[in-house]
């Protein structure tokens, strides 16, 4: 058996950071070009190069980790689908969790094939969570939805461009059936110049090196990182692990839906069985398999070696086991909108699983949400609807070292918090208070990172609020004897001072001027008994954190 062609080390290395220097271009072009707030500020986008049978190479250095998998089953899906009939100057469209790869409907995703001459050579391909894709709820992200078809506009994958042509039949029938229809035009527009940004670019390599050695640079790539991901495998004790939480409900009657995890390690081979989950349920929490593969793939890289190209080199190490059907692995017409709360929670069961094989790399859990915040309604200024979609982040878990971060995202998403300067100019709204949420993190030897309070008023109207959280109810716990960090929660405060507990899933909230929507996300929880933290580190606690006499007496004792 002849040895498989290899590129010298020095030529990998700048084929590999000219290929990521592409995706990271791709990803800016994206950000800067965009027309929602979703995108031009909070970077709910990724952009990524495939190689001709669709296996993911490089994801842009900023890219979120939930959509790992995603845009991968997407040219998977394509490659079965259209095979040879794929030409020049197509663009394919898609974002059904179901039938196209995709995890939930906000995300659509595009690719577009680069060719040498006749043969298919890769894909450039990118994914925007967009602010609206219809459905019944405005935003397309609310709890309660029961089915994938009140989520929104499903999309399988289609030609959006036909060699080079726009399908405008096509274009039309997307626009009519989402709200903001200006605005999703702005923003799949961005997608298509960023997917053609990365067609040329990628055909300069080509130009300059030529087919082969690209396929060769893409094979060495892949090759590499599955070596180097065996080995970090490797690195773990071998042996069974296993571990389990619970999410708080499903907005749809289900409460502590269960997540099991059991973990099988032998030399370089691990497997994450989830045997055990509970079934898929009629809330929108579901996970696609792609979803839950996007979870563990990104928890082992971070666990093990955080520097490891996102790729296919990752997918080929790790072997996934998910009942059919399950929570983690569910079948149409399950609905799934919410599903990054879910990937979180995974990553959480994960990090539970490995944190006696890893004690000094896990953390305690996270603020284990995805915590989603919607205000609509009609502009004042102007007449025309809008819709202001944010996710927000919370507390990072404590570390082994150090302290859990504040108000950051955390684990699969990567988004950058609104900026309330940009939300007042683009919305009628007004931000009354943008805080930590004072002890908020779990105590411990390190303590938990804290959540953040958003307050949010209209202004000259009224609004409608619709809200998604986790961990409102099952806190995230402390590790090695660290405590549980602090739930989040919804409020409605009034002028008069009255203050309204909304429910962790709470829909068609009407506020009026004169009412405030207040969002605390949750804390994080702690590492090591608290009574280890020194008296060194409580005097100098870099943090936000507010240790009052009550919480000093009662955590740290």
């Known amino acids: 058996m002849a040895e498989r062609p290899t590129i010298d080390p020095i030529s990998l290395e700048i084929g590999w950071n000219g290929l990521k220097s592409i995706a990271d271009e791709c990803f800016i072009t994206l950000m800067r070009s965009a027309f929602s707030t979703n995108i031009k500020e909070r970077h709910d986008h990724s952009t990524a190069i495939a190689d001709a049978n669709g296996k993911l190479i490089v994801q842009a250095e900023q890219s979120l980790p939930i959509h790992l998998a995603s845009m991968s089953g997407l040219m998977s899906f394509i490659l079965s689908q259209y095979g040879d009939t794929i030409a020049p100057g197509d663009i394919f469209i898609a974002n059904d969790p179901h039938v196209a790869g995709g995890t939930h409907l906000p995300d659509i995703n595009m690719a577009m094939p680069v060719f040498d001459g006749n043969v298919l050579v890769g894909f450039v391909a990118n994914i925007v969570h967009h602010a609206d894709v219809g459905g019944s709820a405005v935003g397309s992200m609310s709890g309660g939805m029961d089915e994938i078809y009140k989520e929104g506009l499903r999309i399988p994958i289609v030609r959006l461009y036909r060699k080079g042509v726009l399908q405008d039949d096509m274009m039309r029938l997307l626009l009519l059936n989402m709200r903001l229809p200006a605005e999703r035009k702005g923003d799949l527009n961005a997608q298509i110049a960023a997917a053609r940004l990365g067609v040329d670019r990628l055909s300069d390599i080509l130009a300059a090196k030529g087919a082969p050695w690209l396929a060769m640079l893409f094979e060495e790539i892949i090759a590499r990182t599955n070596l180097r991901m065996r080995k970090a495998i490797s690195s773990l004790p071998d042996g069974a692990y296993t571990f389990e939480d619970v999410m708080d409900d499903d907005g749809a009657g289900t409460e502590d839906i269960l997540i099991k995890l059991a973990i099988e390690k032998s030399g370089d081979h691990i497997i994450f069985d989830f045997t055990g989950t509970d079934k898929q349920v009629k809330g929108n929490f579901n996970l696609t398999l792609n979803a839950t593969q996007s979870a563990v793939f990104y928890s082992l890289k971070a666990l093990l070696d955080p520097d490891v190209p996102n790729n296919q080199g990752i997918f080929d190490a790790i072997e996934i086991r998910a009942p059919e059907g399950s929570f983690v692995n569910c079948v149409a017409p399950a609905s799934v909108a919410l599903r990054a709360n879910t990937c979180q929670r995974v990553v959480d069961v994960v990090f539970?699983?490995?944190?006696?094989?890893?004690?000094?790399?896990?953390?305690?859990?996270?603020?284990?949400?995805?915590?989603?915040?919607?205000?609509?309604g009609i502009d004042p200024r102007n007449g025309k609807r809008y819709v202001y979609l944010e996710t927000l982040g919370g507390g990072m878990g404590a570390r082994a070292s150090?302290?859990?971060k504040d108000g950051v995202q955390v684990n699969i998403t990567n988004t950058s918090n609104l900026p309330v300067e940009a939300i007042e100019m683009e919305y009628p709204l007004r931000v009354t208070e943008y805080a930590l949420v004072e002890n908020s993190g779990g105590a411990g030897r390190f303590r938990g990172g804290l959540g953040i309070r958003r307050s949010i008023q209209p202004v000259g109207h009224d609004c409608e609020f619709n809200g998604v959280g986790e961990r409102f109810r099952n806190v995230p716990w402390g590790i090695f004897g660290g405590k549980a960090g602090r739930a989040g929660r919804f409020l409605v405060c009034s002028d008069d001072d009255t203050t309204v507990d909304?429910?962790?899933?709470?829909?068609?909230?009407?506020?009026?001027?004169?009412?405030?929507?207040?969002?605390?996300?949750?804390?994080?929880?702690?590492?090591?008994?608290?009574?280890?933290?020194?008296?060194?580190?409580?005097a100098h606690?870099?943090?936000?954190?507010?240790?009052?006499?009550?919480?000093?007496?009662?955590n740290y004792p």
Do not use: C, H, W
């Not at 790399?361 to 919607?374: D, E, F, K, P, Y």
């Not at 009407?510 to 409580?538: F, M, Q, W």
């Open 352 to 376: 539970g699983a490995l944190a006696d094989a890893l004690p000094d790399r896990v953390i305690g859990a996270a603020n284990g949400a995805n915590t989603s915040a919607v205000f609509t």
């Open 402 to 404: 150090k302290d859990g």
């Open 502 to 538: 909304l429910p962790s899933k709470a829909t068609g909230i009407i506020l009026s001027e004169k009412t405030t929507a207040v969002i605390e996300t949750p804390g994080a929880g702690g590492y090591g008994p608290p009574k280890d933290r020194s008296l060194e580190d409580k």
């Open 541 to 554: 606690d870099t943090s936000s954190q507010k240790f009052d006499n009550d919480y000093m007496q009662e």
